[in-house]
């Protein structure tokens, strides 16, 4: 069974930072990328990292790139999320969810919830001003 769980999420004060985990089972990251995404109250989801394990390739949108570091460890079927210089415009759930394809869909195609298979329950990240 494909699982996917992200934790780490907590109450911070603006400029601060967090380390978000999505601790994976169910399947091998081969041929798969994670994907980091967020939604705020009333939003849709919005993407903010993509990472392919296989290769280390990553992908992140302009909103946060900068502030965002996405990394994985295979071996544990881990991927991390380090966000730094967080702003009350960040407070939202995370969710970690994968897919089955290269990461270039995502930077050919968009980043978008829908190419993604399974989604884990999310973590909520608050950004107190």
């Known amino acids: 069974e494909v699982q996917l769980q992200a934790s780490g999420g907590g109450l911070v004060h603006a400029g601060g930072s967090l380390r978000l985990s999505c601790a994976a089972s169910g399947f091998t990251f081969d041929g798969y990328v994670i994907g980091w995404f967020r939604q705020a109250p009333g939003k849709g989801r919005e993407g903010v990292a993509c990472?392919?394990?296989?290769?280390?390739?990553?992908y992140y949108p302009d909103s946060v790139n900068g502030r965002f570091t996405v990394s994985s460890d295979s071996a544990k079927n881990m991927v991390y999320l380090q966000m730094d210089s967080l702003k009350p415009e960040d407070t939202a759930v995370y969710y970690c969810?994968?897919?089955?394809?290269?990461?270039?869909?995502?930077?050919?195609?968009?980043?978008?919830?829908?190419?993604?298979?399974?989604w884990g329950q999310g973590t909520l990240v608050t950004v107190s001003s």
């Open positions: 990472i392919s394990p296989t290769d280390g390739r990553t």
């Open positions: 969810a994968n897919g089955k394809f290269p990461l270039d869909v995502v930077i050919n195609y968009g980043f978008k919830a829908e190419f993604f298979n399974f």
